[in-house]
C-alpha cells in the first residue's frame, strides 16, 4: 500500500469568524488542511509560518486589507516559488477585480459561493501550479 501524499493546506483569511468556519468546512470536506487567519498581519504570519498551498482571502478586512497582505505576501516568496492567492470577497467592481490583480492576486470569486464553484477555482489554481513546474 502506497502512503498518500499530504493533503495541501489552504491558508483562509476573512475578518468574519462564520465565513472562516463554513469555508475550513467545506475545503476540509475536500480533503484540505485548513489554517484560518482574522486579518491580513495574522495571515502574514501564518504564510511565514504554515507555508500554504494557497490562500484564500477576503478583500476587504480592518488593519491591514487583503490587497496589501497579498502583496506584502508576494514580497516574502523566493524566486521561482509562488503560492496562489485567491480573493473571496462580496465587492465585484472591476476596480477591485484590477486591484486584486495588480496586488498579486491570482483569482478573484464573488460571494456568495457555492461548494462546486470553490472546488472548482481551487482545482484550477492548484492545476496552474502543477503546470508551471
Do not use: W
Amino acid at each position: 500500500m502506497t502512503p498518500s501524499a499530504p493533503a495541501q493546506k489552504i491558508l483562509i483569511v476573512d475578518d468574519d469568524a462564520s465565513i472562516r468556519e463554513v469555508l475550513s468546512t467545506q475545503l476540509t470536506r475536500l480533503r484540505y488542511d485548513t489554517v484560518t487567519a482574522a486579518d491580513g498581519e495574522q495571515a502574514l504570519e501564518l504564510f511565514k509560518s504554515e507555508r500554504p498551498d494557497l490562500v484564500l482571502m477576503d478583500l476587504m478586512m480592518p488593519q491591514m486589507d487583503g490587497l496589501e497582505a497579498c502583496s506584502k505576501m508576494r514580497a516574502l516568496e523566493k524566486k521561482g516559488e509562488r503560492v496562489p492567492i485567491l480573493f473571496l470577497t462580496a465587492r465585484d467592481t472591476s476596480q477591485d477585480k484590477m486591484s486584486s490583480a495588480l496586488s498579486g492576486g491570482d483569482d478573484f470569486i464573488s460571494k456568495p459561493i457555492s461548494l462546486q464553484e470553490l472546488r472548482d477555482h481551487v482545482e484550477a489554481a492548484f492545476a496552474r501550479v502543477k503546470n508551471r513546474k
